[in-house]
């Protein structure tokens, strides 16, 4: 059943006096993928920012599974139920990727300082744990890379890991911040599956830079230039309109 997980009201941030988002509002619902695309600069990312508690705000509103969360924190926001990914892939190289995954599972239970090294050993004593993380990897269709070490994995099965670690939070909503950046034609493929799979069970935002991936995943599509919003609505609304093609698209879109 569709519900809003995540809403934001006019939200701003300025940079002395650069309003990199300009009261932008946005409605993350489950089971639909909200795309937001616009050309480098136009506050995308510092959006995904301002969501995530990465980057206070100067000004609106965030309300995230009923609660507002405006000022809080990236941890507290995390445990409230929002998960995300960056556009540099975070993951443990060293680690494998089942050790990856059990180290984010892992940090749901933790009620002592971060410590790697340290969480590997006692995450096999936690059953939640262990079920938190076998569920995220099967999710994320690594079953058979969990012995591999992360570092030596494909660019695209990283991108499929740093996921398979946010999930392991068991996040209801997923930011993503250009999931599909420098993969080749198959691994986008199968990050598309990935994403499409995904969504029935969670609000997803969307940045992303391959346009043929957007088309083919948005249920909404929002627009920014210049850290303001130009248009929103259906991906077939938006594509026809005249003024994001002329911002954006291009005619030939």
Known sequence: MSE??????????????????????????????????????????????LLSGDLPT???????????VTGWSPERI????????????NIFAPFTVWENVRLAAQSRDAQQPWNPLRWL???????????????????????SRRNVIAGASSHGEQRQLEIAMTLATEPQVLLLDEPLAGMGVAE???????????????AMLLVEHDMD??????DHLTVM???????????????????VQAAYLGEEH
């Open 4 to 49: 809003v997980l995540l809403s934001a009201t006019r939200l701003t941030k300025r940079f002395g006096g650069l309003a990199a988002v300009n009261e932008v509002s946005v409605d993350l619902w489950r089971d639909r993928i909200h795309a937001v695309i616009g050309p480098n600069g136009a506050g995308k990312s510092t959006l995904t920012n």
């Open 58 to 68: 100067t000004s609106g509103q965030i309300t995230l599974a009923g609660r507002d």
């Open 78 to 89: 995390s445990r409230q139920g929002l998960g995300r990914s960056y556009q540099k892939t």
């Open 121 to 143: 050993q006692i995450a096999g004593k936690s059953a939640t744990a262990l079920a938190r993380a076998t569920r995220a990897i099967e999710l994320a269709g690594l079953e």
């Open 188 to 202: 986008a493929e199968r990050m598309v599956e990935l994403l499409l799979k995904l969504k029935k069970d969670h």
């Open 213 to 218: 991936a957007i088309f083919a995943l948005a």
């Open 225 to 243: 230039v210049n850290g303001q919003v130009i248009a929103s609505g259906s991906p077939a609304a938006v594509r026809a309109d005249r003024g």
